[in-house]
Every structure is written in structure tokens, then in C-alpha cells.
T-cell receptor, first 113, second 111 residues
């Protein structure tokens, strides 16, 4: 069974903290994604990685950074968490070909207080 | 850069048909469709590629008009299990699968 695993389902952090969200996939996929999901706004792309150490900004990268040191792991970093970053975060992965589906993790509900 | 979906929400009775539209201001290479049930991860339905034909999956099918940068998802004789939020995802260029999603369409099927 293919899997994308996010390290936490629920996370509560304080304003100003540095926050790490981890995502691991076991499908040897080249592409990995971080999305943010908010009501009425859909899935907004934060960052995209198409290879180890390679990354590309999405539509809303401000306040976030990413790290991909190994093919299977893609980390999202909130350098200094703010209350407006309270959201559901979804990680996804897909193979290198254009016509392959993306697999999603279960999501991390982050609350910044 | 997000594609635009319409309608934002639709309520149907079981057995009725629905159409969900997805449009982009940019030329598209592929369109993906996913369904997300409440509290769950989005699940893949189908992909349509530039130059490809209409695709189908049971009673759910989709089309892709490359000239208009539009795709439509057709749900016929809807079942209760079709309820959820539908997302279209778009990729702009061949060889790179940077997938950008729309804001979603919430579909409710009532008995």
C-alpha cells in the first residue's frame, strides 16, 4: 500500500516558534509538494520539489521554507510561526512523469496561539 | 495562478447529474481531478492530458478543452458516495509536474 506519511495530525505552537512539518513517502517519487488548505480557498501550493535539494516556490511561499535532503523526505519550515499560519497542511508526492497521480498525506492541523 | 472552479457548491438529490467546471488563464498541459471527503485526504479520480481524449471512471467522466483552457467533470446518476469536495489541479508545462489546485467545489448528495 503506497503511503505518504505526515509526522503529526495535530500540532499546537506558540507565536514566534520555529515549526517543522515532516513528510515521508515510500514510493520513490521525484515530486513532492506542500499545500495549505483553508475554507473557501482550496489547496494552495506553498512549495514544490522535483528532486533532492531542488525546490520551487508555489503561490504562497512567504513565511515558509522547505528542505529536501533525501528523496523520500520533504520538510516544511515555519521560521517564526504567526497566527495567520493556523491551517491544515497537506503533503503530496507524485512520480516524475507528467501523467501520474499525486498521493496525499492525511494532513497536519496546525494551530498557532 | 490557481485555476477557477465553478460552481463553489452544489446540492443534488440522489440520481441527479452534476457538472463541475475548471478554467485557467494560462495554457494547460494537463488537468487532474481529485475528490476529498470530510476529514480525509484528497483521492485521485483522473488525469486529462493535452491532446488526449475524454476520460471516464464508472459514472464520472471528464473533458478537456485545450483551446479554452477548460476542463469539466461530469457526474451522472449521482450516488450518496459522490458527496465531497472536488478539486481540479493543473500543470502548465510538459516535463514538470508542478500541480496547482483550484478552490474546490463542494458537492452534497441527499437521499
Amino acid at each position: 500500500d503506497v503511503k505518504v506519511t505526515q509526522s503529526s495530525r495535530y500540532l499546537v505552537k506558540r507565536t514566534g516558534e520555529k515549526v517543522f512539518l515532516e513528510c515521508v513517502q515510500d514510493m520513490d517519487h521525484e515530486n513532492m509538494f506542500w499545500y495549505r488548505q483553508d475554507p473557501g480557498l482550496g489547496l494552495r501550493l506553498i512549495y514544490f520539489s522535483y528532486d533532492v535539494k531542488m525546490k520551487e516556490k508555489g503561490d504562497i511561499p512567504e513565511g515558509y521554507s522547505v528542505s529536501r535532503e533525501k528523496k523520500e523526505r520533504f520538510s516544511l519550515i515555519l521560521e517564526s510561526a504567526s497566527t495567520n499560519q493556523t491551517s491544515m497542511y497537506l503533503c503530496a508526492s507524485s512520480g516524475g512523469q507528467q501523467n501520474t497521480e499525486a498521493f496525499f498525506g492525511q494532513g497536519t492541523r496546525l494551530t498557532v496561539v | 495562478q490557481q485555476p477557477v472552479q465553478s460552481p463553489q457548491a452544489v446540492i443534488l438529490r440522489e440520481g441527479e447529474d452534476a457538472v463541475i467546471n475548471c478554467s485557467s488563464s494560462k495554457a494547460l498541459y494537463s488537468v487532474h481531478w481529485y475528490r476529498q471527503k470530510h476529514g480525509e485526504a484528497p483521492v485521485f479520480l483522473m488525469i486529462l492530458l493535452k491532446g488526449g481524449e475524454q476520460k471516464g471512471h464508472e459514472k464520472i467522466s471528464a473533458s478537456f478543452n485545450e483551446k479554452k483552457q477548460q476542463s469539466s467533470l461530469y457526474l451522472t446518476a449521482s450516488q450518496l458516495s459522490y458527496s465531497g469536495t472536488y478539486f481540479c489541479g493543473t500543470a502548465l508545462i510538459q516535463g514538470a509536474q508542478k500541480l496547482v489546485f483550484g478552490q474546490g467545489t463542494r458537492l452534497t448528495i441527499n437521499p
